[in-house]
């Protein structure tokens, strides 16, 4: 949804065990792969050269980067958090590969909610899964959200001393 207007969430409209809405991601192709390269300056070779990671690495296919997964996981929670939210805190593993080729969905599940110093902290499990359904990547992250008539979120943000 990038561009898009984000309708903000608030911390009262969350509620433990509430679903993160998915991102779903590819089929990924190699376009996708050299300009993720290309943007980040990561030349290695594994990410968009075939015969190198095929024939000298001994690898399925050229893969997907970790630094990709990532901020697609990033993407999911801010887009959930909304404009007025903060992602504070992100955790994730790189438990399998992910190749050219694959349609990977960005999952979020709430686990934990708190208030803290006029703040709403909501501590999420997070991950990406493949077509086949295996976990490829996962991790846990923790959004900032306002209180509804309560005040924003600073920026940038400090964690409140109680």
């Not at 290695?44 to 050229?62: M, S, T």
């Not at 703040?119 to 499990?125: A, I, P």
């Amino acid at each position: 949804m990038l561009g898009e207007a984000t309708k903000q969430l608030f911390y009262e409209d969350v509620e433990i065990g509430q679903e993160i809405t998915p991102l779903v991601k590819g089929p990924m192709t190699t376009l996708h792969l050299m300009r993720w390269s290309a943007a980040i300056e990561n030349w290695h070779r594994i990410h968009y050269d075939r015969p190198f990671a095929v024939d000298h690495d001994k690898l399925p296919d050229v893969l997907v980067a970790g630094s990709w997964k990532q901020q697609a996981l990033v993407q999911m929670m801010k887009d959930w958090c909304g404009e007025g939210g903060w992602l504070w805190k992100v955790s994730y593993q790189f438990r399998a590969m992910d190749p050219v080729g694959a349609t990977l969905t960005c999952w979020g599940r709430v686990t934990h909610k708190y208030v803290r110093g006029g703040l709403g902290f909501v501590e999420c499990d997070i991950g990406m899964r493949n077509q086949d359904g295996q976990e490829t990547t996962p991790g846990t992250a923790v959004a900032v959200l306002p209180l509804r008539g309560g005040r924003p979120v600073p920026y940038p943000f400090v964690m409140p001393e109680d």
